[in-house]
């Protein structure tokens, strides 16, 4: 069965700092990968995306994403985090099933930046 | 502009009332979705639809029900089976058969019971 797991629920990081959020899925067929972000009350926007290609991944605001298929990861970077970057991120899933596609979203990362 | 719509931004529910979250969108996008989102526990999939006229229960549809009679809209009522409805809930779209999946997502309705 398809699934996310965001391994931290929280991460605290002082201004310009870098950071990683980490994100592992299990799927059984080929699978693209997201990152979304959410300002409180907000929806989700889309940061970055692999679909296929080179396994390193830019997106908006300075991150980036390296996939990583023998560890089933996807993890988030940024090498220098900024306060406006304090937010909810989100990884998902989404792979071929029923003619269509769904998506599997994680339980979320609450990053929190620190001056 | 494209995008998704939701409304309204904030609704209040009384015990025993049925309320309906509207969601519309202008992508010319085939799937919709609705999840609620609580604290801690990221998004659920409620209810999905990736044609008109059909649609699938995601995770949680208990107490839930949803149409898709047009390709643009897809309500969701949260009826007085839902017993636990406050929470925020978002709709998204995407296309459908191609390798462009990433989901739009509207700014989302806040549902209170009081």
């Known amino acids: 069965a398809q699934s996310v797991t965001q391994l931290d629920s929280q991460v605290p990081v002082f201004e310009e700092a870098p950071v990683e959020l980490r994100c592992n899925y299990s799927?059984?067929?080929?699978?693209?990968l997201f990152w979304y972000v959410q300002y409180p009350n907000q929806g989700l926007q889309l940061l970055l995306k692999y679909l296929s290609g080179s396994t390193l991944v830019k997106g908006i605001n300075g991150f980036e994403a390296e996939f990583n298929k023998s560890q089933t990861s996807f993890h988030l970077r940024k090498p220098s985090v900024h306060i406006s970057d304090t937010a909810e991120y989100f990884c998902?899933?989404?792979?071929?099933?029923?003619?269509?596609?769904?998506?599997?979203f994680g339980a979320g990362t609450r990053l929190f930046v620190k001056a | 502009d494209g995008g998704i719509t939701q409304s309204p931004k904030y609704l209040f529910r009384k015990e025993g009332q049925n309320v309906t979250l509207s969601c519309e969108q202008n992508?010319?996008?085939?799937?919709m979705y609705w999840y609620r989102q609580d604290p801690g526990q990221g998004l659920r999939l409620i209810y999905y639809s990736q044609i008109v006229n059909d649609f699938q229960k995601g995770d949680i549809a208990e107490g839930y029900s949803v149409s898709r009679e047009k390709k643009e809209s897809f309500p969701l009522t949260v009826t007085s089976a839902q017993k636990n409805p406050t929470a925020f809930y978002l709709c998204a779209s995407s296309n459908t058969g191609g390798l462009n999946t990433e989901a739009f997502f509207g700014q989302g309705t806040r549902l209170t019971v009081v």
């Open positions: 998902a899933v989404s792979d071929k099933r029923d003619g269509g596609f769904k998506t599997i």
């Open positions: 799927s059984s067929v080929s699978v693209y």
């Open positions: 992508l010319n996008h085939d799937a």
